[in-house]
């Protein structure tokens, strides 16, 4: 199964560089709206089976010309919504980095807790678990491989990249994900593979849903698939 994690368009919270959160009612700017009809032409030709995407408003406007497009009904999934951010929500990054926690979200975010929110591992942990049980899901209903979209927020693919890559929760800092970028990842059955992270260009290619060629004395998995050798706060002001 192949998730393309993509990160709702640009924002009137992230222009105006506050902590927009759970804030019901925060739009795409202009941008952001020219952001989600250009999405149709970017993954034009392929076969996305399905969309879901976070409650937020901002990701609904992000993923309607898409679904129009292919004739799908986005399903939404709280699990990828945005991180509760307490207290912290609505105010200014500028504000935000004077806060002692704000040292903690950046070098140990695992062990961040929000006032009056939640915290950084439980957003992870939601957020994988919502995508596993998607790509379970899909794959039962189209018996074997399909390519979905799951519209959310840059701190939730923050979090499933670095769970993907196998790193620590503590090193997702050093992904990005900018407003409309494009991640994607393969589950298989031996382990996750990360074929982009924060694509922001033209188009991606079909060729993201091939199959790796065999290698000389390279085993394949069950599924008969050879794997490739190797396989927010932090700026996101989402």
């Not at 929500?89 to 926690?101: A, S």
């Not at 903690?104 to 807790?113: E, I, K």
């Not at 890559?165 to 994607?184: K, N």
Request: net charge negative; charged share 25%; hydrophobic share 40%.
């Amino acid at each position: 199964m192949t998730v393309i994690l993509l990160r709702h368009g640009r924002s009137t919270s992230n222009t105006a560089h506050t902590l927009a959160g759970r804030t019901e009612g925060v739009d795409l700017d202009d941008k952001g709206e020219e952001q989600a009809q250009a999405l149709v032409a970017r993954i034009a030709g392929l076969p996305i089976r399905a969309i879901v995407r976070s409650p937020l408003l901002r990701c609904r406007r992000t993923v309607e010309p898409l679904a129009a497009a292919l004739g799908l009904d986005p399903m939404v999934d709280e699990r990828i919504s945005e991180v509760d951010y307490g207290s912290w929500t609505g105010r200014k990054i500028g504000d935000l980095v004077k806060e002692p926690l704000w040292a903690v979200v950046q070098q140990q975010p695992s062990a961040a807790v929000f006032p009056g929110g939640e915290g950084l591992a439980h957003v992870q942990s939601r957020a994988v678990a919502a995508v596993r049980e998607h790509d379970r899901r899909l794959a039962e209903l189209h018996e074997g491989d399909a390519l979905w979209v799951a519209c959310t927020h840059g701190d939730v693919i923050k979090s499933v990249v670095a769970d993907a890559l196998g790193a620590h929760l503590d090193t997702f800092q050093r992904i990005s994900a900018d407003p409309a970028s494009m991640s994607v990842i393969r589950y298989t059955a031996l382990r996750p593979f990360v074929i982009h992270v924060n694509h922001t260009g033209d188009a991606l290619t079909a060729g993201l849903l091939a199959k790796p060629p065999k290698a000389d004395g390279e085993a394949a998995n069950k599924d008969g698939e050879v794997p490739p050798d190797d396989a927010v706060v932090g700026g996101s002001t989402d």
